[in-house]
């Protein structure tokens, strides 16, 4: 008898060096692992399956970077996924080329997610990425002669010695691609990295201009004709991210690999990220170490609320009405930052500029057990 979760995230940690800033479960070469890591992955959805509906609607894999996985490995994993609707990788320019492009269109891949993250060269140098702006362009060239028709492209902004006309720049260059799709991020830098002790003082300097990006970002590609139907998500032509769509409406989804996260019927986990006990653990025939944590009532209200406010669409107020603290959705109605449509609660288009601070107002401060 199948399962319920209808979305399915696979996790490739392996990458060719470590962007600075990054602080995803990653790994950087470890070729001879490839393989194995695979053959763990094949084991963990086989333990697992049983949880996955027939129909599966979504598969993203993640990283690291997919794309730098064995080609021969990342074959033989993507032929193994279940079939679904919508079945994402990510890629690094620097990895695509027309033999890989090919691979995923093959592979039953029907979305690719590069990261540009810039088209200054500069940039990149501080991101400590290796592609370069021409890379992304090829890299983008080859995906459409392999005939992919949905293509997102991640920016970053907020980066060091970064100004506006940077990112008007990088806007610009990537609309002459005309994605479907975009991701645009703010620069989040953890604290006690080698990146924020390099660049801490600049760091600074670029909290103070988050506010005046983020409006060049949405007015710029607003006016371009996409979507923002996601605080940091843009797609044409309806084009929204199916598989992230479903963490936003609070679905249930099942993730493989290290360090993956799955929430299921009320209890999530995530695996451990440790390459070695997950490769022996599996090797055994063994679910990998984790930690489990039930998710109270409480909890699953509060972040439906907090991840559907994210969207440009309504959260049926029936769904949430126990995490809303109803003074504050008046005084925040009276400031046109929250409304109601249709049954629904939503922000408002100023009021999603300041997105996170206004869902925080109007949470309700109640008890777990105060939920039924």
């Not at 996955?52 to 021969?72: S, Y």
């Not at 810039?118 to 002669?145: G, I, K, Q, T």
């Not at 620069?187 to 983020?214: D, I, V």
């Not at 439906?304 to 005084?331: H, K």
Request: glycine share 10%.
């Amino acid at each position: 008898m199948s399962g319920a979760v209808r979305h399915l995230y696979v996790h490739l940690p392996f990458c060719s060096s470590r962007c600075g800033y990054c602080d995803f479960v990653t790994l950087v070469g470890r070729r001879e692992d490839h393989g194995r890591y695979v053959d763990a992955l094949l084991t963990e959805l086989e333990l697992e399956h049983g949880l996955l509906a027939d129909g599966v609607e979504t598969v993203f894999v993640g990283g690291g970077t997919p794309t730098f996985t064995d080609p021969a490995e990342l074959g033989r994993l993507l032929a193994s996924l279940p079939a679904a609707q919508e079945v994402t990788v990510e890629a690094n320019p620097e990895t695509v080329t027309p033999e890989l492009a090919t691979l995923l269109r093959a592979g039953g891949v029907t979305r690719v997610s590069l990261g540009a993250q810039s088209f200054e060269p500069r940039l990149l140098d501080v991101l400590d990425r290796r592609a370069r702006p021409e890379d992304v362009r090829r890299a983008f060239y080859h995906l459409r002669d392999a005939s992919f028709d949905n293509i997102s492209l991640d920016l970053i902004y907020g980066i060091p010695g970064q100004e506006p006309a940077d990112l008007d720049r990088d806007l610009d260059e990537a609309l002459a691609l005309r994605p479907e799709h975009l991701s645009c991020y703010e620069l989040e830098a953890k604290p006690g990295t080698r990146f924020t002790y390099e660049h801490g003082e600049e760091l600074k300097r670029q909290a103070e201009s988050m506010e005046g990006y983020f409006e060049l970002v949405v007015d710029t590609l607003i006016a371009a004709g996409y979507r923002w139907y996601e605080t940091a998500n843009f797609c044409r032509d309806g084009h929204r991210s199916r598989h992230n769509l479903a963490y936003w409406l609070g679905r249930d989804y099942l993730g493989l690999g290290i360090g993956a996260v799955s929430t299921v019927e009320g209890l999530r986990w995530q695996n451990a990220p440790a390459l070695p006990r997950y490769l022996a653990a599996l090797e055994a025939g063994e679910e990998p170490p984790r930690e489990l944590e039930p998710l109270a009532a409480a909890t699953r209200v509060q972040e439906r609320l907090m991840l559907g406010l994210r969207l440009d669409e309504e959260v049926p107020f029936s769904e949430v009405e126990a995490a809303v603290d109803l003074d504050a959705l008046a005084r925040l109605e009276s400031l046109r930052l929250v409304e109601r449509r249709g049954g629904g609660l939503a922000l408002t288009h100023r009021g999603r500029f300041l997105g996170g601070g206004v869902t925080a107002d109007l949470l309700a401060e109640i008890p777990a057990n105060d939920y039924n």
